[in-house]
């Protein structure tokens, strides 16, 4: 459960609701974009603050699937959502009151109704030609399957770069949710799949009952601190930051994670980098698990003169994880 909720939560806490917008004046001057792409991609943006809807979906990592009831629901106050494994060991993830007001960046960068200035942006993140997201990818609009009984259209996403996966997704022509996707890697290798099997538009909520283990999401507070064990050192949360991001990805939060966690997003991948410091020296080395297309990448390293242990987890490649957490360092 904990791999699956914490994908399904990065794909649609940027996809659907893991700071700025694409400028939509600048993407206009870029002769390589293609604007109808764009426009589904702001209308599946949106859908998370308009759309209440509940189905089942499959989720598919190489030869594991596992299957989730999802109820997602828009008052006037605010949006409410809950994933039920059906599989496995049968835990819920929900998530109420999410105000309707709080907009995520992989959202605003996605939006091209919700402009900001080139000379708003920070240093390093404007995309190549200030084109936004399609600075880093290329995107073609073609007919798309019918999913769960929807019409949808297909958005083929392809990466400019080694530093980013590909993307296939399927949109409800309708609402523009997401009805199904294919995260594709080197070699148009598919690491992963989700997909609705039925879906219904509707704002009653999901029993509840059989429901063994419930974890509720939250925001963390604005300035909190992560909860460092014991055993590693704690120290001040803006001392470090990565040295090296490839280009279009931004900071999603201002230290919320903590002295611990910064997370970072394009738009559509999301990924963290955690420091610990730790007590005593550990061989140097590094270790890699990929489960579909979430990376976790672990280095052992010093800093400063201390040990420290450096872990990038999420939606990149591993050469990608690996250069990040290579530029991690201390910044006065």
Same mark, same amino acid.
Not at 129 to 132: I, M
Not at 195 to 202: G, V
């Given at each position: 459960?904990?791999?699956?909720?914490?994908?399904?939560?990065?794909r649609?806490?940027?996809?659907?609701?893991?700071?700025?917008?694409?400028?939509?004046?600048?993407?206009?001057?870029?002769?390589?974009?293609?604007?109808?792409a764009?426009?589904?991609?702001d209308?599946?943006?949106?859908?998370?603050?308009?759309?209440?809807?509940q189905?089942?979906?499959?989720?598919?990592?190489g030869?594991?699937?596992?299957?989730?009831q999802?109820?997602?629901?828009v008052?006037?106050?605010?949006a409410s959502?809950?994933l039920?494994?059906l *599989?496995?060991?049968?835990a819920?993830v929900?998530? #109420? $009151?999410?105000?309707?007001?709080?907009? /995520? &960046?992989?959202?605003k960068?996605?939006?091209?109704?919700?402009e900001?200035?080139?000379?708003e942006?920070p240093?390093?993140t404007?995309g190549p030609?200030?084109?936004?997201i399609s600075?880093?990818?290329q995107?073609?609009?073609?007919?798309g399957e019918?999913?769960?009984?929807?019409?949808?259209?297909?958005i083929?996403i392809q990466?400019?770069?080694?530093?980013?996966?590909?993307y296939?997704?399927?949109?409800?022509k309708?609402?523009g949710?997401?009805?199904k996707?294919?995260?594709?890697?080197r070699g148009?290798k598919v690491?992963?799949?989700f997909?609705?099997?039925?879906?219904?538009? *509707?704002n009653?909520?999901?029993?509840?009952?059989? #429901? $063994?283990?419930v974890?509720h999401?939250? /925001? &963390?507070?604005?300035q909190?601190h992560?909860?460092?064990g014991?055993s590693?050192?704690h120290?001040?949360?803006a001392?470090?930051d990565?040295?090296?991001?490839?280009?279009g990805?931004?900071?999603?939060?201002?230290?919320?994670?903590?002295?611990?966690r910064?997370?970072?997003?394009?738009?559509?991948?999301v990924?963290?980098?955690?420091?610990e410091?730790?007590?005593?020296?550990?061989?140097a080395?590094?270790?890699v698990?990929?489960?579909?297309?979430?990376t976790?990448?672990t280095?052992g390293?010093?800093?400063g003169?201390?040990?420290?242990?450096?872990?990038?987890?999420?939606?990149?490649?591993?050469?990608?994880?690996?250069?990040?957490?290579?530029s991690?360092r201390?910044?006065e």
């Open positions: 459960m904990k791999v699956l909720s914490s994908k399904v939560g990065i649609w806490a940027v996809s659907l609701a893991s700071l700025l917008c694409v400028n939509h004046a600048s993407a206009a001057s870029c002769p390589d974009v293609n604007h109808e764009l426009a589904w991609l209308k599946m943006s949106h859908s998370a603050h308009e759309v209440s809807y189905g089942v979906v499959t989720f598919q990592l030869d594991d699937m596992q299957v989730m999802i109820s997602h629901s008052n006037n106050t605010g959502e809950s039920t494994q *599989t496995g060991q049968g819920r929900t998530r #109420v $009151d999410h105000p309707l007001d709080c907009i /995520h &960046p992989g959202h960068l996605l939006r091209l109704s919700e900001v200035s080139l000379a942006k240093a390093g404007a030609k200030d084109c936004g600075g880093h990818y995107f073609s609009v073609l007919e019918r999913i769960a009984g929807r019409k949808a259209v297909r083929v990466p400019r770069d080694m530093y980013r996966y590909g296939v997704m399927e949109l409800d309708k609402t949710l997401l009805l996707e294919r995260t594709i890697g148009d690491l992963e799949r997909q609705f099997a039925n879906i219904s538009y *509707t009653e909520s999901i029993p509840t009952d059989s #429901v $063994d283990v974890h999401a939250s /925001h &963390p507070a604005p909190g992560a909860n460092v014991s590693a050192e120290y001040p949360a001392l470090w990565p040295g090296w991001l490839p280009k990805f931004m900071s999603t939060e201002d230290a919320s994670g903590g002295d611990r910064r997370t970072y997003t394009d738009g559509l991948a990924f963290s980098v955690f420091l410091i730790l007590p005593r020296d550990i061989q080395g590094e270790g698990v990929r489960h579909g297309g979430t976790s990448y280095r390293m010093r800093m003169g201390k040990p420290a242990l450096i872990t990038i987890i999420g939606e990149v490649p591993v050469n990608t994880a690996r250069m990040v957490a290579d991690v201390w910044v």
